[in-house]
């Protein structure tokens, strides 16, 4: 069982060291210094909606939402700051607005309502979507204020902004999970959420807590995003839900909940972004690169499903030894 865990640990940088050198091979130019800095961005919108989707997935949940945050944030910065006479402050209290309620919806319909997370949260894509079609009509009047694109096209030194403000989110939520009461209570829940209830465990609360958690780092990846592309793009957030699941997964968290770390998720963040890259440079088909895309995706979830069948053995071995009392030396059983 220790192996499987092991191989879980190396299965992100595995990907990144395989499409590094794949690279090398066929297509040197992957390493120019331009091209590393599109693959870091990319990486960095990636990763701290990937980091969200950790936190839902710790408790045993699923987040489809985290796209349509994305491109409702976009919505909002070019219908409220991009505009004539627009405000970015009021832009900006509008989408944390948004993130919060987003994840306080699915939080409701997952955690109080107990509707599964893939069916609650697919539906608050689509409805938070609809909203957005219906506003604009599928356009927009604006575009992104000069002051949002630093958070996507900037760079301290060689350092592109969103590079800085992914590895600032990736400290805060490691130090959350690692080292704070609340990150312990995260991983009780997930692994096994009815003891950690006998034990005084507000579950509710911290189930809660992971879905809000994870619309508003959406909504910081979308703000990222919006720098980035400059204008409004109705499919700016697609893919990042089966993405961000993917890089969660690849990077050894179970579905079944209980695990998963910050460093290993931004191990398969990089490799995937990679890959991407890749695959665009070389020039292959659109098709194709959803294929590949496809069977990674194929890869995680068996993978996941290996290691996590590895943990229930474990703790059904546990759960036996704990309730199967020693025999007493010099009596027959």
């Known amino acids: 069982m220790i192996v499987r865990r092991r191989i879980g640990q190396l299965a992100p940088l595995a990907v990144a060291l395989l499409v590094g050198l794949v690279a090398l091979v066929a297509e040197p130019g992957f390493y120019d210094a331009t091209n590393l800095k599109n693959v870091a961005r990319q990486a960095a919108f990636l990763g701290v909606?990937?980091?969200?989707?950790?936190?839902?997935?710790?408790?045993?949940?699923?987040?489809?939402?985290?796209?349509?945050?994305?491109?409702?944030?976009?919505?909002?910065?070019?219908?409220?700051?991009?505009?004539?006479g627009g405000s970015v402050p009021a832009a900006l209290v509008a989408v944390v607005a948004m993130a919060i309620a987003?994840?306080?919806?699915?939080?409701?319909?997952?955690?109080?309502?107990?509707?599964?997370?893939?069916?609650?949260?697919?539906?608050?894509?689509?409805?938070?979507?609809?909203?957005?079609?219906?506003?604009?009509?599928?356009?927009?009047r604006g575009r992104v204020p000069d002051a949002i694109k630093p958070l996507g096209t900037g760079q301290v030194g060689p350092v592109p902004t969103s590079v800085i403000i992914t590895a600032a989110v990736a400290i805060v939520v490691a130090g959350i999970l690692d080292r704070g009461a609340f990150g312990r209570t995260m991983y009780a829940v997930g692994s096994n959420p009815e003891a950690s209830y006998l034990s005084g465990v507000a579950r509710r609360r911290v189930a809660a807590l992971a879905f809000i958690a994870s619309a508003v780092l959406a909504m910081v990846s979308g703000l990222m995003l919006s720098g980035f592309v400059g204008f409004y793009d109705r499919s700016l957030g697609v893919g990042y839900d089966l993405d961000s699941i993917a890089a969660v997964v690849l990077g050894g968290a179970s579905l079944a909940g209980g695990s998963g770390t910050v460093a290993a998720t931004l191990a398969a963040v990089v490799g995937l972004a990679a890959l991407d890259n890749l695959l665009l440079i070389i020039g292959v088909d659109q098709s194709i690169q959803l294929i590949g895309k496809a069977l990674v995706l194929f890869a995680a979830v068996l993978s996941a499903g290996w290691l996590s069948s590895s943990r229930f053995e474990d703790t059904a071995r546990t759960a036996e030894a704990v309730a199967t009392p020693p025999r007493e030396k010099g009596v027959r059983g």
């Open 49 to 84: 909606v990937a980091l969200g989707q950790l936190l839902v997935v710790i408790v045993r949940g699923l987040d489809l939402s985290v796209g349509a945050v994305i491109t409702t944030t976009l919505l909002l910065i070019v219908e409220i700051a991009g505009t004539r």
């Open 102 to 140: 987003v994840g306080t919806l699915n939080a409701v319909l997952v955690v109080v309502r107990r509707v599964p997370a893939i069916l609650a949260t697919l539906g608050t894509y689509v409805f938070v979507q609809g909203i957005g079609l219906w506003v604009t009509g599928g356009r927009s």
